[in-house]
């Protein structure tokens, strides 16, 4: 049977449902199917918040964590919190970093509890194309965020060299959501990950959704001939 992808209004029940489902599973997969890859991505993501002492960093839609955990392993001195709706998750998450200060809040990315100006840093791994409102939820982040502060996203990106795109395509949507079955048999989300990212934006889109919504020096730095994009964007210092 063909899969449908949940409706706009559906999508931020079902994949909050869906998370919590294969939250066990979920590290795992993202090992298997990035070869571990995205463990180095992750750390990459750290990097690019350039986070000072006593900064505080938010980790969005943190899921079982490593951006966090990467965040205050690279910046011990910050003050890191992550944010996810999915219980599951954030308890896979609070499991793994038994040792280390990170706050971990169950929330929605698109009605945040924080003042404006807050975060010097948010993170967001594999989160944006999860949302039911991309712009809503970019409007939220800048809100939060201190003038100045940085977003950086990791998620995956759009290859445009013709023949790689083709084997991505088929690695993606063919092998990845057997990969998925044969870690959880019946588990639909294994499917709706690559399905997902026919609707998210390609580099160049995003970044100029980026500037579009407030922020300023979008860029981004493509991984594996861009199957793996992270974005980084800063809030105008100016208010
Ligand atoms: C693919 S996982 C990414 C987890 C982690 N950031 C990583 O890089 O491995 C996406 C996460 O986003 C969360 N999520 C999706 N939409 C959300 C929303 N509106 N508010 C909070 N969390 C959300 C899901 O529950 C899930 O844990």
Redesign the pocket.
Known sequence: MTYQLPSTADK?EY??RK??EIALK??RF?DLITFGL?RYW?RFVARQTGLREGERCL?????????ARAVIKQHPDAEVTG????AS?LGVAAERTRFDSVQWIQ????RLPFPDNWFAAVT????LR???DLTK?LLEIRRILQPGGVLVS?DVGKVRLPLIDVLNRFYFFKVVPKIGEWLMPEQEMFTY?PQSSLKYPDQETLKRKLLEVGFQQADYYDFVFGASTIHVAYKTSAP
């Open positions: 931020a994949v909050s998370f919590n979920y590290d993202n995205h992750k980790d969005l839609c943190c899921g079982t964590g490593d951006i944010v996810d709706f999915a998750m929330g929605d990315a698109l967001i791994g594999y989160g999860n949302l039911d939820g990791l990950l």
